[in-house]
């Protein structure tokens, strides 16, 4: 006869190293796409935050009957009015830049908006320098309607 054991419940130490490492690997592989999700996310949160900023500037040249114009200040990274007053700011890793009809970035360069719509018809490109392929969104200000859109280059 066979004495009474008790089965052995749990695992081995090899069972859980060998556990351990797969769930390493799956991690090593899934973790940087996460992080590049999510500066994808700030970079769109950036978008959407400069067209809002566009469009209340445009917006206002109506409501006031006067002219607002737009232009970059690079010493605090902001788009300014005429008045001083910051509209929107960027964050370090981008970049805001002036464009011309064939997409090449600008040294200089101004946006008005007129009222009862209309403005000069300027361009300008956010510029994520994050990863190794920068993202890009062109925005377009429409001479005759002053109105803004957006496209990913």
Not at 22 to 49: C, D, E, K, T
Not at 84 to 99: I, K, R
Request: aromatic share 8%.
């Amino acid at each position: 006869m066979q004495p009474y054991s008790v089965p052995q419940r749990g695992f081995t130490l090899l069972e859980m190293l060998v556990v351990m490492a797969i769930a390493g690997m799956l991690l090593a592989l899934i973790v940087p796409r996460f992080g590049s999700a999510f500066a994808g996310a700030q970079f769109q949160q950036q978008v959407h935050a400069l067209n809002t900023s566009l469009n209340q500037a445009r917006n206002r040249a109506s409501a006031t009957g006067k002219i607002v114009r737009l232009q970059l200040s690079d010493s605090d990274r902001s788009l300014i009015d005429n008045t001083g007053v910051p509209v929107f700011s960027w964050p370090e890793d981008c970049e805001l830049v002036f464009a011309d009809a064939e997409h090449q970035p600008l040294d200089d360069g101004f946006i008005l908006f007129i009222p009862g719509a209309g403005s000069n018809g300027a361009a300008l490109q956010l510029i994520q320098q994050r990863d190794s392929q920068p993202r890009r969104t062109e925005f377009r200000i429409n001479w005759l309607t002053g109105g803004v859109s957006y496209a990913a280059l």
